[in-house]
């Protein structure tokens, strides 16, 4: 979802087709992950998060080698400057991924999809503060319910949502940061994995050594951690190829999808608990969905298209 701004201003027919299923598939994908983390809920979140960054490393690398751009790893290795960004994308994904992992294992998915429902609204609030965009009266209006539904939950369960806080503008910063590096997504994701593998390998050793891993345990705990790889690999690499042919305005409308199958699966499946204050939260949420939709299909059209 990081690569939103890799979208195409204009596209072919066939060429949106294939990006509207790529997209789909990815955020479909994405929408169905917390059944996957509730089956590795009994693991430890740090060891799940291990093995989604170890098992991604030869999808990402099969993919660059089938595409050919081995070469543009090289590129990002002679530059410093390069790296360091990657580094910090890294860090923040990482981030990101643990509190997801740990929200579905504690029964917070609710929580979680609050958060990813608040996350292109910090976008926004980041584009304003950090790259001198200008917000309209409708995204000032989404972004000020947003917060107000934030107060909302934080007064009424006597605690802030961190979770849904930390979900949104980590994942909001990841996206900002991966705007300043010039990196492709696939080749991107392979640099920030083989980073993050530099703690994540030793650290599953470590858990070898001292009978704590999972891992190798159980034929069913070893397959459902080894499967991290391409449930972490695929979704993203897909996302990726289906930004590249849609409308930014598209991407924008399908992100959506995400969070709403968390928010059912959180509250019809999982059964978690859900009361009013929840409900008027989510409720002031949604409107400020609609009003940011709005407003960003209206500034949309306003745009000359460049053909």
């Not at 391409?230 to 598209?250: H, N």
């Not at 009003?291 to 209206?298: A, E, F, G, P």
Request: hydrophobic share 55%; net charge positive; aromatic share 12%.
């Amino acid at each position: 979802m990081a690569e939103v701004s890799k979208a195409l201003p204009t596209v072919s027919q066939d060429h949106s087709r294939a990006g509207f299923a790529y997209a789909l598939s990815a955020f479909t994908f994405w929408g169905f992950l917390p059944f996957f983390m509730k089956a590795v809920a009994h693991i430890d979140t740090l060891e799940v998060l291990a093995h989604r960054v170890i098992w991604s490393i030869p999808i990402a690398l099969a993919v660059l080698l089938f595409t050919g751009r081995t070469n543009d790893l090289v590129r990002v290795l002679t530059s410093p400057r390069k790296l360091v960004v990657i580094s910090i994308s890294a860090a923040v994904i990482s981030l990101n991924w643990g509190i997801y992992v740990w929200s579905i294992a504690a029964e917070r998915s609710i929580e979680a999809a609050l958060g990813y429902y608040i996350n292109p609204l910090i976008t926004v609030a980041l584009g304003t503060i950090f790259l001198g965009e200008k917000m309209d009266r409708l995204q000032m209006t989404a972004i000020a319910l947003a917060a107000l539904a934030v107060v909302i939950l934080s007064v009424s369960a006597g605690v802030i949502p961190w979770v849904a806080i930390v979900l949104a503008c980590s994942f909001a910063t990841y996206g900002f940061i991966r705007k300043t590096v010039d990196i492709g997504p696939t080749q991107g994701f392979m640099m920030e994995v083989l980073i993050l593998s530099t703690a994540a390998i030793p650290f599953a050793i470590w858990l070898g050594m001292t009978g704590e891993a999972k891992f190798g345990l159980t034929t069913y705990d070893t397959l459902f951690l080894l499967a991290c790889g391409p449930v972490t690999a695929i979704p993203l690499i897909l996302f990726a190829y289906g930004a590249k042919r849609l409308r930014l305005s598209t991407i924008g409308l399908m992100q959506y999808i995400v969070p709403t199958m968390i928010f059912l699966i959180g509250v019809f499946i999982f059964r978690e608990p859900f009361n009013q204050w929840q409900l008027i939260s989510f409720m002031l949420i949604w409107l400020a969905i609609a009003l940011y939709t709005w407003s960003s299909l209206k500034n949309f059209r306003t745009v000359p298209v460049a053909h």
